[in-house]
């Protein structure tokens, strides 16, 4: 196998102000199986760096105490940190309000929650959901619930061969009946950025709402739901270097007024007598009970983090990673890259002829690789390449180009083993 040379034009400076970055992630330094970490699952989840771990302690040591709810200097302290947070994350997607963010436990929670809100009180029998072949089950498996409780019905989207939206197609399914439309951003499993803007635009020309899945959009663009005028949007903090057990939900605050609340509970409430509850407004009305303070301070740190190295330089310096490991993995035969549309992220997800992707996850961990195999929660668009699995390496900006020639020099390793 040849390990091609830089045939990219590389910026040196970027790239060594990346790799000081590294520094910063402490799991970088672990060894597994005697080998170096490299870490290339960041779509599933992504590393903490050092700052936001410091956030937490700090929090945790010195700030913690419940939200809203006490006149003490902690509880004050913990509220208006908590509340930061929520400002930060609205000028994180550039929301116009801060009470258009809702704290969740993450996308999916946040789909849910859309879906109890919104879909069980304006989505009746026999109208239509629209989704795409793309989907997360997580903005799959709420819909179907809500349609089989509805009798509301789901159209799908479909995908070209190098798992592009067929935008044409989408514009063809509305009618009378279309109610929702359920649109994820960018591909987890091959990568895909789905061209939203245009989606949301044709969406509303028939008066229906989207709702944005941006779980793997978030950490690698700019999001602006103001540009997007998306009507929802949704995405996880462990996926941006914040922690697990927290994510949000934008909506517009009209849209979000007009929902029925998702759990009921403290907090969410103005009044409540045993006869009759009055809700509180929103964002409150849907954060029932104690939220996730610690956590959504921390998604508030991972967020001042990715903006001291800035959102556009990610991109652009993941870019370069993917172009350089797909070029590197089409010079190996028998390996076939599943999803090549010309716009992605740096997702690449492949296949090798004979082998099963488990084998090659479960080899590459042997060296130290840790890559994703398996469905990728998306089983609908396995079946749409009429493949059970793939082996998936995500790129994030911690990550750097000796790292995706070990991934390569992996792959052909495993080859080499199943040739024997
Ligand atoms: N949507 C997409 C596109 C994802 O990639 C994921 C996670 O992999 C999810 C939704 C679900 O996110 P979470 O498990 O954080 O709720």
Sequence with gaps: ??????????DVTFANEMEKVRADFPVLKLEVNGKPLIYLDSAASSQMPQPVIDRLVYYQTSQHANVHRGVHYLSETATSEYEGARQKV???????????????????????????????????ADDEIILTTLEHHSNIVPWQMLAQETGAKIRVVPVNDAGELLVDEYEKFFNQRTKFVGLIHVSNALGTINPVKKMIALAHMHGVPVLVDGAQAAPHMK??????????????????????????LYGKASLLESMQPFK?????IATVTFEKTTYNTIPHKFEAGTPPIAAAIGFGAAIDYLLTIGIDEIHAYEMELLHYATELINELSGVHVIGTAASKTSV?????????????GTL????????RTGHHCA????????????????????????????????????QKFFSR
């Design 1 to 10: 196998m040849k390990i091609v040379d830089a045939t990219l034009e590389q």
């Design 90 to 124: 609205q000028h994180f997607v550039n929301a116009r309000e801060d009470r258009e963010i809702i704290f969740t436990s993450g996308t999916t929670d946040a789909i849910n929650l859309v879906m109890h809100g919104y879909g069980r009180k304006f989505i009746k």
């Design 223 to 248: 999001i602006d739901v103001q540009d997007l005028d998306c009507d929802f949007y949704v995405f996880s903090a462990h996926k941006l270097c914040g922690p697990t057990g927290v994510g949000m």
């Design 264 to 268: 009921g509970g403290g907090e969410m």
């Design 348 to 360: 690449l997800s492949f296949v090798v002829d004979g082998i099963h992707p488990h084998d090659i």
């Design 364 to 371: 590459l961990n042997q060296e130290g690789i840790a890559v």
């Design 379 to 414: 089983q609908p668009l396995m079946q749409r390449f009429k493949i059970p699995a793939t082996s998936r390496a995500s790129f994030a900006f911690y990550n750097n180009r000796s790292e995706v020639e070990a991934f390569i020099a992996g792959i052909y390793s495993v």
